[in-house]
């Protein structure tokens, strides 16, 4: 049988902690949170490796993103106890699930009726009444429970709409993978009074969040 628990501390000590991630909150919640039933089951004994996992397949294809990105990202974020946050592109809720013990209220966006129906049953499995799936266009964000302290966006975009950052708190921030390969930035983007800042934390590639794709430029 194998034990999902010594995998999960494995990947936490391996991946996380060894990647600078000090903020207590997000190991404490990533060695609680039970990645394997957020994955296939065909891929169960895989769900703690340091790689972006396939949750569904097609046009376009949904992944979780690798644990150290996710984490690294949530850190980056600063997400305080009281904050409300929207996790673009949850998938199956992984994410949510952590960000769930980090926050004080989580709304998952999910285009995917399937992947939105799963994740919910899962949020409710594991009693995390602070999260709740939504449907909807990702790119359009869900403005019916904004402005939010932390947007995550969960894959790598060419950059964030301005519907999403429009959807921010003063001083909240958006998380996001930024380029593609190995062009892709951690980028924090802040609401302030001047406008939207931004800055770079880390490198990262993760896989491409469809719908976010820069529009082409006029050709001379």
Partial sequence: MIDFAEMRRAMVDA???????????????MLETPRERFVP????????????????????ARYLMEPMVLAKLLQAAEIG????????????????????????????????????????????ELGLL?????????????PGESPYDVILLN??????????LSQLKPGGRLVAVVGRGRAGRATV?????????????FDAAVPVLLGFEARPGFVF
Wanted: glycine share 10%; proline share 4%; charged share 15%.
């Fill in 15 to 29: 991946q996380v902690r060894a990647n600078d991630v000090t903020d207590l909150r997000i190991v404490a919640s």
């Fill in 41 to 60: 089951a065909s891929l169960s004994s895989f769900a703690y490796i340091d790689d972006d996992l396939l949750v569904k397949e097609g046009a376009p």
């Fill in 81 to 124: 106890p009281d904050a409300l946050v929207l996790d673009v592109g949850a998938a199956t809720g992984y994410s949510t699930a952590v960000l769930a013990r980090l926050a004080g209220q989580v709304v998952a966006l999910e285009e995917d009726a399937e992947l939105a129906a799963q994740g919910s049953n899962l949020l409710v």
């Fill in 130 to 142: 602070n999260a709740a799936f939504v449907q909807g266009p990702l790119t359009a964000g869900w």
């Fill in 155 to 164: 894959g790598a975009v060419d950059s964030p709409p301005e519907v999403l």
């Fill in 189 to 201: 983007f802040t609401n302030t009074s001047g406008g939207v800042g931004s800055r770079v934390v």
